[in-house]
């Protein structure tokens, strides 16, 4: 993410890191107990949190090769990804309701522990990114974004 986004895949580790931290804190403060299962949970919501924040920074290279201000991409990127985000996980948060209704022992761990991860990424992907990037360029006069690639 560093190597292709440049400074936004340094934000989008810092709310990976942020991502772990919340999902091991919630599950700690419900006494659930980390297993096999549980680990595969995480990785699957890892895999859809960098999903995530590559959609956010595509559609803000999209938006810059457009034409629009830094600004107003970062605000229109942030803005147009977030349907496509939401229903991802909106589906894939149906999926782990149904595996914990049907599922027994390790199912039912690996759907609360997607479940929690859903609900932390999508948090961290949409919110915390953004206050991150808004943290370095909000307000500030930018020229040019550092985004990778062509844009």
Request: hydrophobic letters at 55%.
């Amino acid at each position: 993410m560093i190597a292709y986004y440049r400074v936004f895949g340094v934000v989008a580790n810092v709310a990976l890191f942020l991502n772990l931290v919340l999902i091991v804190a919630f599950m700690s403060s419900i006494g659930a107990v980390l297993t096999l299962p549980g680990i595969a949970g995480i990785v699957l919501t890892v895999g859809m949190a960098v999903d995530a924040n590559v959609l956010i920074f595509q559609r803000i290279r999209e938006e810059l090769a457009e034409g629009l201000s830094p600004q107003k991409a970062i605000h229109e990127g942030y803005d147009r990804a977030f349907s496509t985000i939401a229903d991802a996980n909106i589906t894939t948060l149906v999926a782990s309701v149904i595996l914990f209704a049907v599922g027994t022992g390790p199912i039912k761990g690996f759907a609360i522990t997607l479940s929690i991860g859903i609900l932390t990424s999508m948090f961290t992907a949409i919110f915390g990114t953004r206050a991150i990037v808004n943290l370095i360029y909000g307000g500030k006069p930018v020229k040019k974004l550092p985004i990778g690639g062509k844009a």
